[in-house]
């Protein structure tokens, strides 16, 4: 069963930072891009960015650039979203998911940008 399971979310100032993570099971991991996505409440789920099966490229929203960056370690499983210079506007339910003949999602991680 494909299991994604995200944490280190919370309550962070704004300029503050977070690292989240995801851990995936069930799946061949280290062959299968992973993506982040984010929804706040009353809006549609957008994606976040994307990094690909060795790390060897990503990509991201126009509105995370420069301030967000993704990595993994395969050997744990595991892909990273490093969130720097944090903004309200960043205030959203965090997903990874894996595209595994069907689109898979964690449970979500929360992320509240507040003073």
């Known amino acids: 069963q494909v299991q994604l399971v995200e944490s280190g979310g919370g309550l962070v100032q704004p300029g503050g930072s977070l690292r989240l993570s995801c851990v995936g099971s069930g799946f061949m991991f280290r062959t299968s891009g992973m993506s982040w996505y984010r929804q706040a409440p009353g809006k549609e789920r957008e994606l976040v960015g994307q990094?690909?099966?060795?790390?060897?490229?990503?990509d991201f929203a126009d509105s995370v650039k420069g301030r967000f960056t993704i990595s993994r370690d395969n050997a744990k499983n595991t892909v990273y979203l490093q969130m720097n210079s944090l903004k309200p506007e960043d205030t959203a339910m965090y997903y990874c998911?894996?595209?595994?003949?069907?689109?898979?999602w964690g449970q979500g991680t929360q992320v509240t940008v507040s003073s």
């Open positions: 998911s894996i595209h595994w003949g069907s689109r898979y």
């Open positions: 990094i690909a099966s060795l790390g060897q490229s990503t």
